[in-house]
Nanobody, 125 residues
């Protein structure tokens, strides 16, 4: 049974940093694309970042490009999201996702078959 468990969310002041982790279990995802999405109250789910199976290919949403960094450790079956220069608008529930089909970067939610339960990130002024 595949399980994705996110951690690292919390409350942070604007301008601060947080690092999210997502550990996968149940099978290896070393050949699969991984990603992060977020959803703020009253808004649709938004693409944040994706990374290919090698870790060398990365893509970011426009609103986080230059501030967030996605990375992965295939030995640990884990994907990370380093969030810097956080803004009030970054407040959301963050979800990690893994594709069972694609190995390259994917920025659409429909490309991912496995999802974590979400972790809350709240940025305060």
């Amino acid at each position: 049974q595949v399980q994705l468990v996110e951690s690292g969310g919390g409350l942070v002041q604007a301008g601060g940093s947080l690092r999210l982790s997502c550990a996968a279990s149940g099978r290896s995802f070393s050949r699969n694309a991984m990603g992060w999405f977020r959803q703020a109250p009253g808004k649709e789910r938004e693409f944040v970042a994706t990374i290919d199976w090698t870790g060398g290919g990365r893509m970011y949403g426009d609103s986080v490009s230059g501030r967030f960094i996605i990375s992965r450790d295939n030995g640990k079956n884990t994907v990370y999201l380093q969030m810097n220069s956080l803004e009030l608008s970054d407040t959301a529930v963050y979800y990690c996702a893994v594709s069972a089909i694609f190995s390259g970067v994917r920025d659409t939610g429909s490309s991912y078959q496995y999802w974590g339960q979400g972790t809350q990130v709240t940025v305060s002024s």
